[in-house]
């Protein structure tokens, strides 16, 4: 679909002609100023803030921590200075509002409450107000990005039962194959109206969905029990689909709406939470993280389950290698959004 000029466009345009106007006028030898960075505004839940990756941002014990869990090394932060660095390329300043455990009502109209195990008050976290109004979107934006989903399914709510299960020999997938149709619905509606919000906050933008990585194996007989905790062979296979199912919808309600969908599921295949470190991208239950992260498994009733010795519990997020990888794509995506009519 054709687009109409938008507001960075015009802008872009508007710039070109001061500048070739102001060269023609600057005496021989002078340098032109550099043109105004593009606003980006990156929205999500924990696969985007980056929980374990890097040093937190802001960092311990500053006062400005918010519970959100955002951390240097995230794709964002990557993007960011990829796309700043390089010579002649699009310079951009991002603000990055993303939030462990947000959901897709906590980017448009619910203020979220931040559960951050990592240097919380003794009182709890302040309630942030939603990602939309945090970021500032208005005509000025440029780019936004959103990488949103996986909590309003309630994945991680899904992965701790079917810990729990595999515990005690039972099937997960039995507890929610009549509920997660209803749980698919909620996710569409909610992503439309997700989507509609956003443009008409920032009415100029160019939209990027960012799709979920790949962290399980098509075969589950390719992942040892122990990658995944007590998680069964079957249930395995099961969230895989759950998965596959999510991203499916995501791209679908993004290709209705117009908008660039980013598909992290295809480009990580074969780093999946099952892979040998040095291959994968993504955790398992417990994996490799920084020190500050924690290392006992949060399970439903406030308990919880230690993780081996040396080991954090990264409850299936990708590491810095995952990252990595999914920087490489956004920024990709970004420079396209940024070149279009």
């Known amino acids: 679909m054709k687009r109409r000029m938008t507001g960075w466009s015009v802008r872009s345009v508007a710039m070109g002609l001061a500048a070739l106007v102001a060269g ?12 105004d960075p593009y606003e980006w ?6 696969y985007t803030a980056g929980l374990f990756v890097g040093d937190p941002q802001p960092p311990l014990g500053s006062s400005d921590r918010d519970g959100c869990d955002r951390t240097a090394n995230s794709y964002p932060d990557l993007v960011q200075r990829a796309l700043n660095t390089t010579p002649g390329g699009p ?7 993303s939030c462990g455990g947000a959901a897709i009502e906590h980017i448009t109209d619910s203020g979220q409450q931040p559960l951050s195990p990592v240097d919380a008050p003794a009182d709890g976290w302040a309630e942030v107000a939603p990602q939309l109004q945090r ?14 989903g996986g909590n309003t399914l309630g994945l991680a709510e899904i992965l701790a039962r079917c810990v ?21 619905s909620r996710v569409l509606t909610e992503y439309e109206a997700m989507l509609e919000a956003v443009h008409t906050a920032a009415p100029n933008t160019k939209v990027i969905t960012i ?12 992942c040892a029990r122990g990658d995944l905790a007590t ?6 296979d099961w969230l895989w689909g759950v998965h596959a199912n999510l991203n499916q919808i995501i791209e679908s309600v993004t290709d209705e709406r117009g908008d660039r969908f980013v598909d992290l599921d295809t480009s990580s295949a074969g780093h999946d939470a099952c892979q040998p470190a040095g291959t994968k ?3 398992g239950i417990c994996g490799q993280a920084e020190d500050f992260w924690p290392t006992d498994i949060p399970l439903p009733n406030g308990l919880s389950l230690p993780c081996p010795d040396g080991m954090h519990a990264t409850m299936v997020h990708p590491n810095a290698a995952g990252h990595a990888g999914a920087a490489t794509q956004v920024e990709t995506a970004i420079r396209a959004a940024l070149q279009e009519p």
């Not at 505004?41 to 924990?46: C, E, I, R």
């Not at 005690?168 to 209803?182: D, F």
């Open 231 to 236: 998680i069964s062979q079957d249930d395995i």
């Open 135 to 148: 970021a500032g979107l208005d005509e000025t934006t440029d780019v936004v990005t959103i990488g949103i």
């Open 164 to 184: 729990v299960d595999g515990l005690l020999g039972r099937s997960c997938m039995t507890h929610y194959e009549y509920e997660i149709g209803e749980r698919y």
């Open 41 to 46: 505004a990156a929205l999500g839940d924990s």
């Open 281 to 283: 991208w993504v955790e």
């Open 24 to 35: 023609a006028l600057l005496p021989t030898g002078a340098q032109a100023q550099p043109a």
């Open 211 to 222: 799709g979920y990585p790949s962290v399980l194996p098509k075969n589950s007989g390719d």
């Open 91 to 97: 310079s951009v300043e991002l603000t990055n509002v």
